[in-house]
């Protein structure tokens, strides 16, 4: 199919998906959410730390190369690292002193909404879907104030033993201390002296601190859990990250098991009667591995619809799988990798038991769906392009306010090198006997019972930000998926 063809099928897609947003009853969204504390650090700010912490016990601390940070020395020998090599960098701490004693001696310039699950939640909600019920086990009041003042934005919170939904402005917990990342961003040419050294940053870059307090815990009360399935009736799915944050053990001698456990019994909680209910998990960068392979094996796997990821992160799932030769193909960026990146997915949709595989990379999303999903690969194809477009418009804006910005992302063109990448694919499938080429365009039905269904994206060249593209991709085109699936109640069959 020609490019222009592409981009007609992607204004019928959004206009479709638009049109059809009201049918979505309303989706839950868990777990993490944080506060990004941003700060663009100067020249004289980081010689007043360096000259708190004093010369002599920084230049201890950078030697030492503080894998976590424990106290300010730790964090401004990581800070001088990063700005002396001009790489980026994330660090754990673990407790929130850091935080007061960064408020008491550089204070932010800005903070916005971080975490996966806040984001989403407020995309979701920004595009006007019916009831978004998100859920922070951490909800404190600073952390309230970053979700977008809506009333189709509610927290479950229990009064008096009951449930009630209510913004989370009026549901945050007054004892709770919120988790607060810091951002610290340094530019280019900036001359820094410390510890007998003098250097020039060489490029742009950012320090983030990820702040991991013993009390962050991806659970929820026992009130809430029972009374979880008031809110069934609400929603027609969920979306589910933050899984990354589960440790394998706890000061309290509980482990990841437990958590493991709890997340299952959350899932099953919302599913109820309702085998239909979709649920979607969006995947992340997890270095722990057993936690990685403990999170695919026993939340994703038979407990969940639809998985969500990038390239790196299906290689990432696929060695903790046993399938390390495929995730090195995936990676390894020569010209089969298209060819890794969909053979990875069936891969996943097989072995993880799903119903859906949605990977994106820039350029190109790849979805394969399992033959007993109910929707035809048209509406798998549209969902898409409609996440495309979204994309485009949160790389172009930074941040959509609403349903109507969309024909911003929609004006951008579709990005040819990933059009060219689809060709490569195109010839391997269509040789290997596996699908026409007709087949590949419109979404085809393989001779593996699963449907596959690939677009090329559109891709914006100066974006604004690159935060949050890739959550707004999966939950743009899940989101799509629900306004599209036929409405049957179970329970009440
Ligand atoms: P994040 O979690 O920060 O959103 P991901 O790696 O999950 O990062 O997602 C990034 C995705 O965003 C890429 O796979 C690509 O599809 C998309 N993307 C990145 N840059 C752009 C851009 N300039 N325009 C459109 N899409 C982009």
Redesign the pocket.
Known sequence: MEIAEWEKRYVEAVSNVREQLGNVQGVFVAYNSNVDAMKHIRENEIKKLIAIIGQEELRERIVSYPREIKDPADFVARLIIAMRDGKAAEVPTYTTDLHEWLMDNLVFDSARMGG?AGIISNLLANLGVKNVITYVPWLAKEQAEHFVDSPNLKHPVIENGKLYLKHPKDAYDPFQKPKINWIIEFSRGMKVRCAGEEFEVPRDNRLIVSSRPKWIRIDMSPEMYEQLSDIREDIDGAILAGYQMIREEYEDGTTYRDYVQRAVSVIERLKGCNPQMRIHVEF?SIQNKLIRRTLLKDIVKKHVTSLGL????VANALNVLGYEELAYSVIKKGENSIVSLYEGAVRLLKELELQRVHL????Y?ICVVAKDHPLDADSHRQALLFASAL??TQ?TLGSIQSIDDVDVGLD?PVYTDGYDDLIELEKYLVRGGICTAEDFEDGCITADGHDLIIVP?????E?VA????????SAGAFIALLAKMPKINICNL
């Open positions: 996966q992340t990038d390239t790196v992160e994106h990379s820039l350029g999303y994309a485009a790389a951008v994206s559109k891709v914006v060249n974006p690159t935060v949050g593209i890739g959550d707004a991709i």
